[in-house]
C-alpha cells in the first residue's frame, strides 16, 4: 500500500526542538520529493521546505531558515523533520506530503501523511 | 513571495449544485496551479494539477482552468461527499497555499 506513516502526537515547551518522522511505504523512496506543510490551527496550510530524497539536497522556506532540518534515511524510506526554538505559534499540525516532479514547477503533492499534532506550550 | 487569494472565502450550496471557486496569484504563474480539498481532521487531497490536469481517481464532476493570474475550480454537479474546504497552491516558485474556500451544505 503506498503511504506516508509519520511518527506520533508531541507535547513540547517553549524553548525545545522537535523531530517529527514520516515513512514511506509502497513506492521506490528515492524516485520523489517530500515535502513538509504545516497547518495552525483555524489556518492555511504553509509549506516549509523539502528535499529531494534522491540526493539528500533540501531547500527550506525562508520563514523557517536557520530553525528547520530536514533530512532523510533512505535506506529506512523515511524523512525527517526538525524545529527548533519552539514558541507557541508553532502549535499546529505537520504533514508530509509527496512531491511527484521532482525540482519541477508542475510538480504537487500527490501522497499525504496522516498529519503529527504538535502544540508547544508552557 | 507569490500571494494566493481564494474567493469566495465561504459558500453555501446544495446537493446537485454547480459551484465555482477563483484563486488569483499576486503575479503571473503560467499554468503552475494546482487544487486539494481537505476534511475536517485529515490531510489534503490532490484534485487537479498544472490548472486543469485530473489526478488520478478523481470524480469528473472536478475540473479546473485558467493561467497566469486566475484560476477556477468547478464543481458540475455537488455530492454529499464535496463538502470540504478547498485550497489551491503555485509551484512556479516556492510553494504557496490560498487561505481556502470552506464548501458548506445550504
Known amino acids: 500500500q503506498v503511504q506516508l506513516v509519520q511518527s506520533g502526537a508531541e507535547v513540547k515547551k517553549p524553548g525545545a526542538s522537535l523531530k517529527v518522522s514520516c515513512k514511506a511505504s509502497g513506492y521506490t523512496f528515492n524516485k520523489y520529493a517530500i515535502h513538509w506543510v504545516r497547518q495552525a490551527p483555524g489556518q492555511r496550510l504553509e509549506w516549509m521546505g523539502w528535499?529531494?530524497?534522491?540526493?539528500?539536497?533540501?531547500k527550506y522556506s525562508q520563514k523557517f531558515q536557520g530553525r528547520v532540518t530536514i533530512t532523510t534515511d533512505t535506506s529506512a524510506s523515511t524523512a525527517y523533520l526538525e524545529l527548533s526554538s519552539l514558541r507557541s505559534e508553532d502549535t499546529a499540525v505537520y504533514f508530509c506530503a509527496r512531491g511527484f516532479d521532482v525540482d519541477s514547477p508542475k510538480d504537487a503533492f500527490d501522497l499525504w501523511g496522516q498529519g503529527t499534532m504538535v502544540t508547544v506550550s508552557s | 513571495d507569490i500571494q494566493l487569494t481564494q474567493s469566495p472565502s465561504s459558500l453555501s450550496a446544495s446537493v446537485g449544485d454547480r459551484v465555482t471557486i477563483t484563486c488569483r496569484a499576486s503575479q503571473r504563474i503560467s499554468s503552475y496551479l494546482n487544487w486539494y480539498q481537505q476534511k475536517p481532521g485529515k490531510a489534503p487531497e490532490l484534485l487537479i494539477y498544472?490548472?486543469?490536469t485530473l489526478h488520478s481517481g478523481v470524480s469528473s464532476r472536478f475540473s479546473g482552468s485558467g493561467s497566469g493570474t486566475d484560476f477556477t475550480l468547478t464543481i458540475s454537479s455537488l455530492q454529499p461527499e464535496d463538502f470540504a474546504t478547498y485550497y489551491c497552491?503555485?509551484?512556479?516558485?516556492?510553494?504557496?497555499f490560498g487561505q481556502g474556500t470552506k464548501l458548506e451544505i445550504k
Open positions: 498544472v490548472a486543469s
Open positions: 497552491q503555485q509551484r512556479y516558485s516556492t510553494p504557496s
Open positions: 528535499i529531494n530524497a534522491a540526493n539528500g539536497i533540501p
